[in-house]
DNA sequence: AGGTAACCTTATCAAACGATAAATAGTAGC
DNA sequence: GCTACTATTTATCGTTTGATAAGGTTACCT
C-alpha cells in the first residue's frame, strides 16, 4: 500500500472548515446526530437511509449505532425531540384571559403558537409522520381540541353573550368552525414548508384578518 | 425435491375467493395494477414495496415490469392519473356565475371542488408528493391561485362594490384572506384523511359557515 | 386440433441498506 | 510517557429490493 513513512500532515484536513473536532463527549455526540437527524428526516422522510445521514454529521454510517441501537429509535427519539414542545397550559392561559379582548389574546396565541411549530422541521415531521400512521398526531390533534379551540369556543360564547356551561355543550359545528381558522393558518405553514410556494410574509396581518373573520362569521350566524 | 408424481389439482386454488381471472388483456390489467397502486401508494407511501404491491394486485411481482417499465415510470402514471382531474374552466365559471348570489356560488364550488379531491387517494398521494418536492404541487397552487383564488378576491370585490381592474391588482393581503378559508376547508380533508381524525359528517354546513366567515371578514376590514 | 402469440410465473441477479464485529486512534489519569 | 479506556473507523454480513432472463401456460385463430 505504500505507505508514507512519517506521519507528517497526516491530518490537517479539516471539512467543516471551521472547528472540526474528531472525538466529542458522547452526550455531545448523541445530540449532534439527534439534530442533524431532524433537519435530515424533515427533508427526505423517514426512508432516508442511516449512510446519507451519517455522512450530513461527517461520521461513518456504524457510528450511529454506538448511539442508537436501531434506526427506529432514532426516529422515536427524533418524534420526542421534535414534538417536546407541549402545548401547555400557559397557551391554554393565554386564550382565556378574560381581561383582554378576545381579538388581543388570539393574535398573542397566534404569534407564539406559530413561533412553536411553524418551522421548517417541525410541520415536515408532522406530516410525514401523520402520513405514516403515528398515532402522535392524532393524540396532538385531540390535544389541540381540549386545549386550545374547545377553550376557544367557549370565550367566543362569551365575547357573544351567549350561554355556557355544562348544560350545553360545544357543538360539532362550532368546533369546526373555529378549525376552519386554526387549520386555514396551519396550511400557511404547510403551503411555506411543505409546498414551498411562496407565501405573504406578514403572518400577524394574516391572522389579523382571519380571526376577525372568524369571529364575525360566529355573530352572523349565531353560535350553537 | 420430492416431486409429488401427476399433476393431479395443480392449481384449482383461488386466493381472492370470488373471481380470480388468471390471464386479462393487457390493457385491462394495466389499470388494475394503476388502480390498486394508487391505493397502495396512497396508504403506504411511495416507499412501499413492489412485492407488496404485486401481492395486492394477485399478480407476481415481475409482472409488473411488464406494464411499467420500472418503478418510477409507475409512479409517475400514478401522478398522473391522480390529477387528471384538472382544475377546469367549469370550475371557474361557477365562481364568476354573477346571476348568483355569490354565498351559492361558493357553496356549489366547495361541493364540487371536494368532490374531486377530498378522497383518500388525492388527499394522501398530494401530501406525499408535495413532500417529495415534486414538482406537481406548486403548479397545483399556483392554479389554484389563479382560477380559484383571484377570481374569487376579484368577485369578493365586485361582492362589496369595491373599484376593481388592471390598475387596483389583487393584493396579497386579499389573496390570503381567501387562502385561509380554502386552506382551512383542505384541512378538513388532512385532518380525516392524514390523521384519521373524527371529523364532522355535515361539510357543506362546515363551508357555509367558513364563507359566510370569510364574506364578513372582507367587510368587517375593507378589502384592498 | 394444433400452432402461435401473448400473458404470466419461477428463478435469480446486483445493488442498496440496516446492522455487527473487530481493529484503530485519540485522550485522560497516573 | 505509559496504560487503559472509549470514541471512531474499516470491513463485512444477511436481508431487502428493484429489476431481468427464460421457461411455462392460457387463449385465440384458423
Not at 404547510?190 to 376577525?212: L, N
Request: net charge positive; aromatic share 10%; glycine share 6%.
Amino acid at each position: 500500500m505504500l505507505r508514507r513513512r512519517g506521519k507528517r500532515r497526516a491530518r490537517p484536513r479539516r471539512k467543516t472548515g471551521g472547528k472540526a473536532q474528531k472525538r466529542l463527549p458522547a452526550a455531545d455526540r448523541e445530540q449532534q446526530i439527534l439534530s442533524e437527524a431532524i433537519r435530515f428526516f424533515a427533508e427526505v422522510g423517514f426512508a432516508g437511509q442511516t449512510r446519507e445521514l451519517a455522512q450530513r454529521v461527517g461520521i461513518t454510517q456504524p457510528l450511529l449505532y454506538r448511539y442508537f441501537p436501531t434506526k427506529q429509535d432514532l426516529i422515536e427519539r427524533v418524534f420526542k425531540e421534535v414534538f417536546l414542545k407541549r402545548v401547555d397550559a400557559r397557551l391554554t392561559a393565554l386564550i382565556t384571559d378574560r381581561s383582554r379582548p378576545l381579538e388581543d389574546r388570539l393574535l398573542d396565541f397566534y404569534r407564539r403558537y406559530a413561533d412553536a411549530t411553524y418551522s421548517y422541521e417541525w410541520i415536515r415531521i408532522y406530516m410525514f409522520s401523520a402520513l405514516m400512521g403515528n398515532d402522535i398526531n392524532r393524540r396532538y390533534i385531540s390535544l389541540v381540541e381540549r386545549k386550545i379551540l374547545k377553550p376557544l369556543c367557549a370565550e367566543i360564547r362569551h365575547h357573544c353573550r351567549l350561554p355556557l356551561g355544562p348544560e350545553v355543550p360545544i357543538s360539532e359545528a362550532e368546533l369546526e368552525h373555529v378549525w376552519v381558522m386554526h387549520g386555514g393558518l396551519f396550511y400557511y405553514a404547510v403551503r411555506k414548508y411543505v409546498y414551498h410556494s411562496r407565501v405573504a410574509a406578514d403572518f400577524d396581518a394574516i391572522v389579523r384578518r382571519a380571526v376577525k373573520a372568524m369571529l364575525a362569521g360566529v355573530t352572523a350566524l349565531g353560535a350553537p
